[in-house]
Nanobody, 119 residues
């Protein structure tokens, strides 16, 4: 079992910054990727940024140049530095860790942390 502990959400004004953290613990075997997803009220959950085991990264188009994902391998922790936040970034941000299994990949999700950006 993999446990994820998220922190760093909150309320910020437009143009402000927040840093999210997600520490993974437990039975972390064959780690494939760590990432962040978000879900705004009434919307589907969407991928924000992912960092793979080889440190390659993927960003959703609307956050490119504003958000930076990074990982501390020794601590099994992933970070999301969010700069120049905009009201449309508001939502619940979920940490997701993918591990390799025989049939493909298994996703492990955190409880989510609220990010609210006021205009």
């Amino acid at each position: 079992q993999v446990q994820l502990a998220e922190s760093g959400g909150g309320l910020v004004e437009s143009g402000g910054s927040l840093r999210l953290s997600c520490a993974a613990s437990g039975n972390i075997v064959d780690l494939h990727s760590m990432g962040w997803y978000r879900q705004a009220t009434g919307n589907l959950r969407e991928r924000v940024a992912v960092i793979r085991i080889g440190m390659s990264t993927i960003y959703e188009d609307s956050v490119k140049g504003r958000f930076t994902i990074s990982r501390d391998s020794a601590k099994n922790t992933v970070y999301l530095q969010m700069d120049n936040l905009q009201p449309e970034d508001t939502g619940v941000y979920y940490c997701c860790v993918e591990t390799k299994v025989a049939a493909g990949y298994r996703s492990h999700w955190g409880q989510g942390t609220q990010v609210t950006v006021s205009s």
